[in-house]
């Protein structure tokens, strides 16, 4: 199985502030990398597909890159609706498997 | 509206089976692949599995594959999760989540149900 590490396990930010999470890979992805959010008690919401595109209707400060192993959630201007946990999902091989999750929260 | 209802959740005694069901609409179920995730309380994401649009693959987390069952009525708009020899680690909430076209994120989930697995 592909093992996806996430890090931080978790952050707090100021409003405004610029943010990164990170996500490695056990092997090459070949971009093939997704991210969610999820907010308490609720679904989990996909952000972020195939490393970099947006998905519909997600506000374009959240951006994604990165390639091979090593991936990388950016917000770009830290919003009070941020807070919530952030996981990365591999989609290349099954099968798929999650990040551990990075709680993210308002400094 | 796409709109994911998974219902059958509860209280279920160790060692017993349950079967989940997902109702979808607002969509032409039969041109998507289909999942199951589930989340132990507190904890992260886990996939389950996935079933194809025609129910002619099925792909499962190897660690579950001999106590799940995927299956999906696609004349019912309805997905389906089969639990046997259920555990107290089986516990958590279950999603059902609808597959991108020829790909393999889930852009859309349902609620979750809860199943507790405990005496």
């Known amino acids: 199985d592909i093992q996806m590490t996430q890090s931080p396990a978790s952050l707090s930010a100021s409003l405004g502030e610029t943010v990164t999470i990170q996500c490695r890979a056990s092997?090459?992805?070949?971009?093939?990398l997704a991210w969610y959010q999820q907010k308490p008690g609720k679904s989990p919401q996909l952000l972020i597909y195939?490393?970099?595109s947006l998905q519909d209707g997600v506000p374009s400060r959240f951006s994604g890159s990165g390639s091979g192993t090593q991936y990388s959630l950016k917000i770009s201007s830290m919003q009070t609706e941020d807070e919530g946990v952030y996981f990365c999902?591999?989609?290349?091989?099954?099968?798929?498997?999650f990040g551990s999750g990075t709680k993210l929260e308002i400094k | 509206e796409v709109k994911l209802v998974e219902s059958g959740g509860g209280l279920v005694q160790p060692g017993r089976s349950l079967k989940l069901s997902c109702a979808a609409s607002?969509?032409?179920?039969?041109?998507?692949?289909m999942g199951w995730v589930r989340q132990a309380p507190g904890k992260g994401l886990e996939w389950i599995g996935e079933?194809?649009?025609?129910?002619?693959?099925?792909n499962y987390t190897p660690s579950l594959k001999d106590k799940f069952t995927i299956s999906r009525d696609n004349a019912q708009n309805t997905l389906y999760l089969q639990m046997s020899k259920l555990g107290s680690e089986d516990t958590a909430i279950y999603y059902c989540?609808?597959?991108?076209?020829?790909?393999?994120?889930?852009?859309?989930w349902g609620q979750g149900t809860l199943v507790t697995v405990s005496s």
């Open positions: 999902q591999q989609g290349l091989k099954y099968p798929l498997t």
């Open positions: 989540a609808r597959a991108t076209i020829a790909a393999p994120w889930f852009a859309y």
């Open positions: 079933i194809n649009k025609d129910s002619s693959t099925i």
């Open positions: 607002g969509f032409n179920f039969n041109d998507y692949w």
């Open positions: 092997e090459d992805i070949y971009s093939g």
């Open positions: 195939g490393a970099s």
